[in-house]
């Protein structure tokens, strides 16, 4: 594909068969174009399909989390001078959203063990239900209070 087809006098090389090498050449021209045109085919649909998946992926959280917020989980104990403690958290809270996490993504809780460590030293909106009373507390997890655990509360998955 490099080398030139003439020698240093100017004249056609009398060692090769000029003809199919260009038309070799010129085949394989047409074919990294045609490559190019396919792969940049594919990219576009493959940027469409996934901004077209997560839209839809973020209007099913959105529409999980604001038309049914129903609580996923409960609160069996809190550890004193812990970070739940500290947030006003207390035993028999409902859960129904713990940052990011709801009752359509949580995945068992564990969602919220990673949410839990990925976010150590941030603070966490987190929303329960007290009674009929929906409140929005404001939750850091982080080691060193004292105790087990980032957040110094047991929470278990709602039935």
């Not at 909106?125 to 939750?139: A, C, F, H």
């Amino acid at each position: 594909m490099d080398e030139p087809l003439v020698d240093e006098s100017g004249f056609p090389r009398d060692d090769i068969d000029l003809v199919a090498v260009r038309t070799a050449r010129s085949k394989l021209i047409s074919l990294r174009n045609d490559h190019k045109d396919i792969m940049k085919q594919i990219e576009e649909a493959l940027h469409a399909m996934h901004a077209e998946n997560k839209a839809n992926k973020e209007d099913k959280s959105v529409e999980t989390a604001i038309n049914r917020p129903r609580p996923f989980a409960i609160v069996n104990s809190v550890a004193p001078d812990s970070p739940a403690r500290e947030a006003g958290l207390l035993k028999g809270d409902e859960i129904t959203r713990f940052g990011s996490i709801h009752s359509g993504n949580h995945q068992k809780l564990q969602a919220l063990n990673t949410y839990v460590v990925d976010n150590e030293g941030k603070s966490i909106n987190v929303t329960i239900e007290r009674g009929k009373e929906k409140l929005v507390l404001q939750l850091t997890p982080k080691r060193g209070w004292g105790g087990r655990g980032l957040l110094g509360c047991h929470i278990s998955l709602l039935k």
